[in-house]
Nanobody, 120 residues
Framework: QVQLVESGGGLVQAGGSLRLSCTASGNSLMINVMGWHRQAPGKQRELVAT???????NYADSVKGRFTISRDNAKNTVYLQMNSLKPEDTAVYYC??????????????WGQGTQVTVSS
């Protein structure tokens, strides 16, 4: 079983910054893609950013230039630095990881979510 634990959410004023972290745990992990998604009240979950093991990144248009995703492969950890936050960034942010383990084979796991609230 692969577990993802997120941290770093909270309440911030518009224009402020937050940094989210997510660490994956499990046996013999080989994580290919890590990413962040978010879900605002009454809306579908949407992709925010992803990063592959080798480093290439992908961002939603709404966060380009404001958010930066990075990862530490040795720690199985992904980060999301969020700058110039806007009220419309308010959502529950979910970490996602996809890869293989020595025991389970392929996995695609989600974290429990962390709330980000941006006040105007």
């Amino acid at each position: 079983q692969v577990q993802l634990v997120e941290s770093g959410g909270g309440l911030v004023q518009a224009g402020g910054s937050l940094r989210l972290s997510c660490t994956a745990s499990g046996n013999s992990l080989m994580i290919n893609v890590m990413g962040w998604h978010r879900q605002a009240p009454g809306k579908q979950r949407e992709l925010v950013a992803t990063i592959t093991r080798g480093g290439p990144t992908n961002y939603a248009d709404s966060v380009k230039g404001r958010f930066t995703i990075s990862r530490d492969n040795a720690k199985n950890t992904v980060y999301l630095q969020m700058n110039s936050l806007k009220p419309e960034d308010t959502a529950v942010y979910y970490c996602n990881a996809e890869g293989t383990t020595g025991f389970l084979g392929y996995f695609n796991s989600w974290g429990q979510g962390t709330q980000v609230t941006v006040s105007s």
